[in-house]
């Protein structure tokens, strides 16, 4: 399956990128990549695998590290992926923050 990502997920991709190479290493966040290129084949080969969220049904959580995951949807032959977000954060704003971006999109 093809991989797509959302404008927010780019951002947060992006964010995420400075946060590693500012605060911890270049080292860190090419590390962060090579496994996110990783777990990006694995999804696409195996798109189910990953639980249904309890934020929306039409949604799905994949771990990416022990504090990110990525929220995607299935959409027809491709992966969308809504945002990543770090687990220590609010459910709640993670909640707002796919409905201002994505409205009440579904799979349908």
Same mark, same amino acid.
Request: glycine share 0%; aromatic share 10%.
């Given at each position: 399956? !093809?991989?797509?990502?959302? =404008?927010?997920?780019? #951002?947060?991709?992006? $964010?995420?990128l400075q946060y590693l190479e500012d605060e911890w290493?270049?080292?860190?966040?090419?590390? #962060?990549?090579?496994?996110?290129? /990783?777990?990006?084949?694995? %999804?696409? $080969? !195996?798109?189910?695998?990953? *639980?249904?969220?309890?934020?929306?049904?039409?949604?799905?959580?994949?771990?990416? =590290?022990? $504090?990110? =995951?990525l929220i995607y949807t299935i959409q027809d032959d491709? /992966? %969308?992926?809504? =945002?990543? #977000?770090?687990?220590? $954060?609010?459910?709640?704003? %993670?909640?707002?923050? /796919? *409905?201002?971006?994505?409205?009440? #999109?579904? !799979?349908?």
């Amino acid at each position: 399956m !093809n991989i797509r990502l959302s =404008t927010l997920a780019e #951002f947060k991709l992006l $964010q995420l990128l400075q946060y590693l190479e500012d605060e911890w290493s270049a080292k860190s966040k090419e590390k #962060f990549l090579e496994n996110f290129r /990783i777990k990006m084949k694995y %999804l696409a $080969q !195996n798109p189910h695998a990953s *639980k249904q969220s309890n934020i929306r049904p039409d949604l799905r959580c994949f771990v990416l =590290t022990k $504090q990110n =995951t990525l929220i995607y949807t299935i959409q027809d032959d491709s /992966i %969308l992926v809504v =945002t990543i #977000f770090d687990t220590r $954060q609010n459910p709640e704003v %993670l909640r707002r923050e /796919i *409905k201002e971006h994505f409205g009440d #999109f579904t !799979n349908d």
